[in-house]
C-alpha cells in the first residue's frame, strides 16, 4: 500500500503553499474511449498515482451527453452535466481533460479553460495540428500548461522523449508507425489476407479508429501526429497544413506482394526530417505508405502497435514502442500529463518544459516544410509492360531520366493476380519526388509501358 504522500513526506520537504497540498482537482469533458479509460485507470491506481505526483488526482466534473452512461461510468460522486463550458469554467476546476475530441468546439472550450486559468489536458491531436500554435500561445499568456501525451502513439511517450530525454539532441529525423488503425488493418491484410474493409470493420469494432475512419485511412491521423512530433524535434511551429498526406486506400495488394519479392514491407510511415542541402533547407513532413526493409525492427511493428524511432546527432538511433490506440493505453498518456501538471501547479511558468520543447522565442518560424518535388528519398517503381523482353528497355530509359536505378526485376508470376500482364520493378537510389515525377509522367508515353506506373517511397531509416 502507497502511503499518502502529504502525510508521510517529511515537512521541510513540503511545499509551503495549500495549493499544492490538496488534491488537483479534474474537469472533464467526455467520458466515451479516452474519458472512460482515464477514469478507471485513475481510480485502480490512485495511491500509487498520488504516491508519484505528491498529491491526489481527483475528478470532480465531467461532461456528457449523456448523463445516465456517465452515471454508469463514474458513479455518484462526481457530479455531472451536459454543459462543457461550465467545466471549462468551473471554479472548483484545476486541469481540464479534454476527451471529446473534434476541433471546432474542443477549441473554444479550451480555450475558455485557458482564460479562466485553468491547465488543460488533451489527447486530441486533431485540435493541436490545427489550432495548436493558437492554443500554446494563449495558455503562454496565462501562465497554464496544455499537455498532450497521449495525443502521439497513447501509451508511448515519445512526447516526453523528444522533449526532455533527447535534449542534447540535434533531432535528424523522426519516423515512425503513429496509427493503429491502419497498422491493423496492413498487418490483416498481408497476413490473414483479410479484405481492406473487413480489415477496416475489425479496427473499429476493436475501438482504433477514430469517430470518422477517413482521418486513419487517409493518413490525415497520422499527419496530426507527425506534425507534433516534427514541432518538439525542430523546434519550429506546428506545420500540419504544410504536410504531405498519403493513406492507404489506393494501396494495391499487387504492390504488397512486390514489395515481399524484392525482401520489403509496406508500412504506413509519419516521417520528419530536416535537410541541408547546397540551397535546400528545411523539412520533410509527410505520411504515406512506404516500403521498409523486412529485416528492419518497423517492418516487424504489427498489429495496432505503433513505433517510433528518433534520430540524434549524440544519441544515435532510439526506438520506442508500444499500443498505439486503445482505451487504458491513452488514460496511461493522459494521467501521465496529469501527474505532470499536479508537480508542475503553482510554479513560475518560465520554469516549466515549454509546451513544444524550445522556449517559444527560440523557436524557428523560419523553418518551413520542403515541397514534395524537393522530398528525397530511394523509391520503388512498377511498371506494367506489353512483354517481359522490355525489362531491360524500362530500366535503360529511367536511367536516362536521371533516375538512379539500382536493382530491376520482373514480378514472379506468384505475386501478379490472374490476368495481369508482366510487371517490371524498379529501386532506385535516392532522388527528388520531382525527377521521379518528370520521369514517370513521361514513361506513360513510352510504347513498351502498358498501365499506370505505380511509385512509392522506399525508406531504409538507417543509424
Ligand atoms: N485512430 C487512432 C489510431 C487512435 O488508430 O492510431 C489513436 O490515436
Redesign the pocket.
Known sequence: MYRDPVQSLEAPLLPSSATAMRPLRVGMIGIGTVGAGTFHVLARNQALIAARAGRGIKLVVVCARSLARAMNVVGKDVALTNDPMQVATHPDVDVLVEAAGGTGPARDWVLAAIRAGKHVVTAN?ALLAEHGNEIFAAARQHGVAVAYEGAVA?SIPIVKALREGLTANRIEWVAGII???TNFILSKMRDEGLGFAEALAQAQALG???ADPTF?IEGI?AAHKISLLSANAFGMPVRFADAQVEGITALQGLDVACAEQLGFRIKLLGVAKRRKEGDTEGVELRVQPALVPATHLLAHVNG?MNAVMVKGDASGVTMYYGA??GSEQTASAVIADLVDVARLDGTHAGQRVPHLGFHPQALDEQLAVLPRAAVHTRHYLRVPVHSAQQIEAVGAWLAAQHVPVLQVALAHDKALPPGSGPQVLVLTDAVAQATVDLAVHALAAHPAVAGPVVTLRVETLEG
Request: aromatic share 8%; proline share 0%.
Open positions: 491531436k497513447v496509427n493503429g488503425t482504433y479508429a477514430e486513419d491521423d495496432s498505439g490506440a
